[in-house]
């Protein structure tokens, strides 16, 4: 055959392979533009409704085949008595193909944009959607032979403008909050041994109370490392849930905490570590429910150099201290004390009974420093009610823990009266219940104390 018939043949049979080429794309186009969509958004439909036992519904589904990618808008999922429950304005999924030789499921970028999820407690704390927590029913599934694993990787997740309404029926009176908006971010996840992703997490509530979470996470094995900070907790705000443990009323009080953690939950080593922590509470009052004032007041009270192994039962303070705090110590005609009431259980609840075979709390506290505080003593329990101020009053201690047989060192001194003074020194074993203390004291007012 001569070479110009040949080079026409090969030129002819090219244009059929582009032809069929440019077919192809144009149908495969056509389909993931056009009619994909409609299909993935019944099939989601459908799934969803199925596995979560409620109408779900979706607004649209886009495909762009040429990337790919899906976006779904307006997913929105009712409760079952038809109120809302999670509802989400977009997500968005970029997949990647080729990974897929390598037994990968890989996506490029994971989007979710304003979703909400309602999240609401019964008056038995039982959330609404606690059927999907219970295992359903039926055969066990038989174990299928193992096979090679899959991996998951994702390169970038994002979730933003999120919002998390909260309502607790459980609690007196009702608990209301809401979380958000908050976003997170995470990149460079992968399940294979060994990798970790970076993170990072953020969300302010309605009380203007901000939660911030960044660092680490691997899940082969399941691990993480990073830093979280609590800003300008409302401590009033949570009082219902103090109701249910003590007796006690919080007519104030904010607080800060910042902290490292490393957590591993592997099958060679566990651990769950907090390290740095820092507590910080301002404006703190607490007062018996019934009382007209409150009996503690602290403007500022600081925990610092916290380090505890949770695992291990095991927490050391570094330095706890405070200024300008106000204590009233009460005694009643029955011998009751206010403290005992504000740190008792509420009336009708027992303790919680020890477990015999937990494991002991080991606890040190390097040095308490409490400056100028105040504290008023009234006994009524004596024939002519006592009252006794203490002003000035400075405390040091050092070197406290939860061995009764370990003595403490104390520094107190303080303004007794209007003219007196008092300094007390020396070790004491505070859990026993003794000390071995030197007393100065000068210009003390004994008519209190007849």
């Known amino acids: 055959m001569p070479l110009l018939d040949r080079l026409k043949a090969f030129a002819s049979r090219r244009r059929r392979w582009l032809y069929a080429a440019g077919t192809a794309f144009v149908l495969y186009s056509a389909f993931g533009f056009f009619i994909a969509p409609g299909i993935l958004k019944s099939k989601l439909e459908t799934a969803l409704s199925e596995a979560t036992h409620r109408k779900a519904t979706i607004a649209k589904v886009r495909v762009n085949p040429l990337v790919p990618s899906v976006t779904v808008d307006g997913l929105e999922i009712r409760a079952r008595d038809g109120g809302a429950w999670v509802a989400c304005e977009r997500i968005y999924v970029n997949a990647r193909v080729l990974p897929l030789l390598w037994h990968t499921i890989s996506l490029k970028e994971l989007a979710i944009i304003r979703p909400s999820v309602q999240i609401g407690l019964d008056a038995k704390s039982k959330p609404e959607f606690a059927d999907l927590l219970e295992g359903a029913p039926g055969t066990p599934a038989v174990p299928e032979k193992p096979s ?12 933003t403008e999120g919002r998390v309404p909260f309502v607790d029926h459980s609690t007196q009176p009702d608990f209301r909050s809401v979380l958000g908006p908050l976003s997170l971010h995470l990149d460079g996840f992968r399940t294979t041994p060994g ?46 849930y103090l109701h249910q443990a003590m007796d006690m009323a919080l007519k104030g009080g904010k607080a800060d905490l910042e902290a490292r953690y490393r957590f ?20 703190l009052q607490v007062a018996r429910p019934d009382a007209s004032a409150p009996d503690l007041v602290m403007p ?129 074993h505070l859990l026993g219940f003794s000390a071995d203390l030197n007393a100065e004291g000068g210009a003390l007012d004994l008519q209190p104390f007849d």
């Open 264 to 283: 591993a939950w592997g099958p060679s080593s566990k651990a769950v570590i907090v390290e740095d922590a820092k507590l910080a509470l301002t404006a």
């Open 148 to 159: 090679k694993p899959w991996t998951f990787a994702l390169g970038h997740f994002s979730l």
């Open 195 to 240: 990798s970790n992703g970076e993170y990072s997490f953020e969300a302010w509530t309605d009380a203007g109370e901000r939660l911030a979470w960044s660092g680490s996470i691997g899940v082969s094995p399941l691990a993480s490392n990073g830093r979280i900070s609590l800003r300008n907790l409302d401590l009033v705000k949570y009082e219902p």
């Open 300 to 428: 500022t009270l600081e925990a610092s150099g916290v380090h505890a192994d949770l695992l291990a039962n095991r927490v050391e303070v570094g330095l706890l201290s405070a200024k300008d705090g106000q204590i009233t110590v009460a005694r009643a005609k029955d011998g009751s004390l206010n403290l005992s009431q504000l740190f008792g259980p509420p009336p009708g609840v027992k303790p919680t009974p020890k477990d015999p075979a937990a494991k002991p709390l080991d606890f040190k506290l390097d040095q308490v420093a409490l400056q100028n505080f105040k504290l008023d003593w009234m006994d009524d329990s004596t024939a002519r009610p006592a009252r006794v101020a203490i002003t000035a009053l400075d405390l040091k201690l050092r070197d406290f823990s939860l061995d009764p047989k370990h003595a403490a060192q104390a520094e107190l001194q303080g303004k007794v009266g209007d003219a007196g003074t008092l300094h007390l020194g020396g070790p004491v």
